[in-house]
């Protein structure tokens, strides 16, 4: 790989800012100082340094992102803010989102460019778990509970599949869905006769909002937070 699209890929800058910190001399590789940002290197086993700090190779990106409201799942939008606007990083180009929110849902958002775990978490066949904090304008009954975790009627060609409740308070709720049915949540409670008045996503498979993130905050995943992602419940 070229040091220069080595150095962008790892976030330090774009391209042609990074072949600008090369030539001033920022950047040494095996112990050499280089000033050729065309030198082609062997990202697995060569250790290049930026301003003397070891530049790890990181070949895929995770970023969790407390999506807020009004800003659209989509790397480009020509009327909303977007969530790769958010990205305060140099290279987003091979990034995408996994699973996207409604316009007025904020909450969890999985940013990557890892298609193998994207394809995992979204293929229907393995029923992978999202949980939602929901709060509606009626509070909610034990009829509409068990509606909720028996499978629904919301004009599809199938009921939902089971969902699990778990109340917070009377208006209040975590819904874990494996499906991801357009406006699903929304949908379901309208079955039930009832209206979602805020909707946040809080987890995806075992993986689960850092609530220390300020709504539009966003951080890399860390190395058990991955693994959660990945384990199937």
């Known amino acids: 790989m070229r040091l220069d699209k080595f150095l962008s890929n790892q976030g330090i800058a774009s391209r042609s800012q990074v072949k600008e910190y090369i030539r001033k001399g920022r950047v040494i590789v095996n112990e050499q100082l280089v000033k050729t940002s065309d030198q082609q290197i062997d990202e697995s086993k060569d250790r290049i340094y930026f301003d003397g700090e070891l530049i790890l190779y990181q070949k895929n990106i995770y970023i969790m992102l407390n999506k807020p409201q009004g800003v659209v799942s989509a790397t480009m939008d020509n009327v909303h803010k977007t969530a790769f606007d958010l990205l305060k990083i140099a290279n987003k180009k091979d990034l995408f989102i996994v699973g996207r929110l409604d316009l007025d849902t904020e909450g969890l958002l999985l940013i990557t460019n890892d298609g193998e775990l994207s394809h995992n978490l979204l293929s229907p066949k393995r029923h992978v778990s999202k949980t939602y904090q929901v709060i509606v304008e009626q509070p909610i009954t034990k009829e509409q509970i068990q ?34 049915k357009f406006h699903q949540v929304k949908r379901m409670l309208q079955a039930v006769d009832n209206q979602v008045v805020f909707l946040k996503r809080v987890a995806i498979a075992g993986l689960k909002l850092d609530e220390t993130l300020e709504v539009g905050e966003y951080r890399e995943l860390t190395k058990d937070e991955y693994f959660q992602l990945t384990e199937r419940e």
């Not at 975790?149 to 778990?166: F, H, M, S, Y």
């Open 147 to 180: 509606k909720l975790e028996a499978g629904l009627d919301i004009g599809e060609e199938k009921l939902t599949l089971p969902a699990r409740v778990q109340p917070i308070s009377e208006n209040e709720f975590y819904l874990s869905i494996v499906e991801g």
